[in-house]
């Protein structure tokens, strides 16, 4: 399978053109041969899916599929709310360590100011410590449960915890805030319109 050869390469992943369908009911969506159920449980909260996404390098390499949880008592709740969620990333290509690293630094600093930055300080270097590489088939996830932090986990497995309502906002904000990475991104995962949306693009 092919490596992402460079952080501005990893970057650019996340900037797609919109195809959009709808998806409803209970029934798992399944995108870019991976499969996300419709509903998952986390830290004592009951989370629906809420919209998905396929990430493609050029016209024909599926780089990632991706989810976006939402704490089912808290419907239509704002991305910058203090609520359960979750991202969950299929990973359908090898990604290093050092690439996811300097490619979630390059994407805050994108998104936030230097003040910003700063406040994340050593909460965010703890996460990107807990960083390892990703081969087709892994799935990461990030998962906000207020009053106990962001959890970074892979295959399931607890690799990171990061404390504070505002780290996650700030996090959680690259794909969801106000100055997403991109705007039908952000609609997508966050399932603006009837049902569930899923969001297939590319990069050229």
Same mark, same amino acid.
């Given at each position: 399978?092919?490596?992402?050869? &460079?952080? *501005?390469? /990893? !970057?650019?992943?996340?900037?797609? =053109?919109? #195809? @959009? +369908?709808?998806?409803?009911?209970?029934?798992?969506?399944?995108?870019?041969?991976?499969?996300?159920?419709?509903?998952?449980?986390?830290?004592?909260?009951?989370?629906?899916?809420?919209?998905?996404?396929?990430?493609?390098?050029?016209?024909?390499?599926?780089?990632?599929?991706?989810?976006?949880?939402?704490?089912?008592?808290?419907?239509?709740?704002?991305?910058?709310?203090?609520?359960?969620?979750?991202?969950?990333?299929?990973?359908?290509?090898?990604? &290093?360590? *050092?690439? /996811? !690293?300097?490619?979630?630094?390059? =994407?805050? #600093? @994108? +998104?936030?100011?230097?003040?910003?930055?700063?406040?994340?300080?050593?909460?965010?270097?703890?996460?990107?410590?807990?960083?390892?590489?990703?081969?087709?088939?892994?799935?990461?996830?990030?998962?906000?449960?207020?009053?106990?932090?962001?959890?970074?986990?892979?295959?399931?497995?607890?690799?990171?915890?990061?404390?504070?309502?505002?780290?996650?906002?700030?996090?959680?904000?690259?794909?969801?805030?106000?100055?997403?990475?991109?705007?039908?991104?952000?609609? *997508?995962? /966050?399932?603006?319109?009837?049902?569930?949306?899923?969001?297939?693009?590319?990069?050229?």
């Amino acid at each position: 399978m092919p490596s992402l050869a &460079s952080t *501005a390469a /990893l !970057a650019a992943l996340l900037l797609v =053109l919109p #195809a @959009r +369908a709808t998806a409803s009911g209970d029934a798992p969506v399944r995108i870019g041969g991976a499969a996300f159920p419709a509903w998952q449980d986390a830290g004592g909260a009951h989370l629906k899916l809420q919209g998905a996404g396929l990430f493609r390098w050029g016209w024909f390499v599926k780089v990632y599929a991706a989810a976006h949880y939402l704490d089912a008592a808290a419907p239509g709740a704002p991305p910058d709310a203090d609520v359960a969620r979750r991202l969950e990333i299929a990973c359908l290509v090898n990604v &290093s360590a *050092a690439e /996811l !690293a300097r490619a979630t630094e390059r =994407l805050l #600093a @994108r +998104a936030h100011g230097p003040e910003v930055m700063r406040s994340l300080g050593g909460r965010l270097a703890r996460l990107r410590a807990a960083y390892v590489g990703l081969r087709p088939g892994d799935r990461y996830a990030l998962t906000y449960t207020p009053g106990r932090g962001t959890e970074l986990s892979l295959n399931g497995r607890p690799l990171a915890r990061v404390e504070g309502a505002d780290f996650a906002r700030a996090f959680f904000s690259i794909w969801l805030g106000s100055r997403p990475v991109d705007g039908g991104l952000r609609d *997508a995962l /966050l399932g603006a319109g009837a049902g569930p949306a899923v969001r297939s693009g590319s990069r050229g």
